[in-house]
Antibody, heavy 119, light 107 residues
Framework: QVQLQQSGAELVRPGTSVKVSCKAS????????IEWVKQRPGQGLEWIGV????????NYNEKFKGKATLTADKSSSTAYMQLSSLTSDDSAVYFC????????????WGAGTTVTVSS | DIQMTQTTSSLSASLGDRVTISCSAS??????LNWYQQKPDGTVKLLIY???SLHSGVPSRFSGSGSGTDYSLTISNLEPEDIATYYC?????????FGGGTKLEIK
């Protein structure tokens, strides 16, 4: 079945970077966009950006430009999000999700990856 | 950015009740509105897309309606597995934005 499998929890130091992965299975990876969403503890959902795995094209929420970098590897059907210059504000759960075929809605979600920034 | 407001942050209802969750946009979004369910274990699922289209596999007790700036999700005949937080999301204009969520609890 269609699945997005995310990498495990990360504990990282302030000022460093982290790369979260999202491996797709059960569908043609390059035919659907992959979205990324942030959720701080006890808070709502915030859209980070989107990548087209087929072309590599990206679109970011202005708020996350310079913070998040989205990439995709077609050979392994895996999308990645790198977060740089980490601070405590980046401590959150990060979800990847597939955008539906006709756009705008997220029809399959990963389980989320918890990133904790602490010294 | 379009701001999405769910004025009710938490809601308590009894099993079998009909529950309505509201969502308001800061400008018209032409029915480009989705609803998601987040369970207490963190799992997120799509319920409704484009205001009223039921996603595959979602029980028919879930329905959506609305237009312009005001939208709602209705759960008829509340069941124990409906305990969750519900989020609306607009896709009329980038950046996509979500409401703050409505946490549904059982009385």
């Amino acid at each position: 079945q269609v699945q997005l499998q995310q990498s495990g929890a990360e504990l990282v130091r302030p000022g460093t970077s982290v790369k979260v992965s999202c491996k797709a299975s059960g569908y043609a990876f390059t035919n659907y966009l992959i979205e990324w969403v942030k959720q701080r503890p006890g808070q709502g959902l915030e859209w980070i950006g989107v990548i087209n795995p087929g072309s590599g094209g990206t679109n970011y929420n202005e708020k996350f430009k310079g913070k998040a970098t989205l990439t995709a590897d077609k050979s392994s059907s895996t999308a990645y999000m790198q977060l740089s210059s980490l601070t405590s504000d980046d401590s959150a759960v990060y979800f990847c999700a597939r955008e539906g075929w006709d756009g705008g809605y997220f029809d399959v979600w990963g389980a989320g990856t918890t990133v904790t920034v602490s010294s | 950015d379009i701001q999405m407001t769910q004025t009710t942050s938490s809601l308590s209802a009894s099993l079998g009740d009909r529950v309505t969750i509201s969502c308001s946009a800061s400008q018209g979004i032409s029915n480009y509105l989705n609803w998601y369910q987040q369970k207490p274990d963190g799992t997120v699922k799509l319920l409704i897309y484009y205001t009223s289209s039921l996603h595959s596999g979602v029980p028919s007790r879930f329905s959506g309606s609305g237009s312009g700036t005001d939208y709602s999700l209705t759960i008829s005949n509340l069941e124990p597995e409906d305990i969750a937080t519900y989020y609306c999301q607009q896709y009329s204009k980038l950046p996509w934005t979500f409401g703050g969520g409505t946490k549904l609890e059982i009385k």
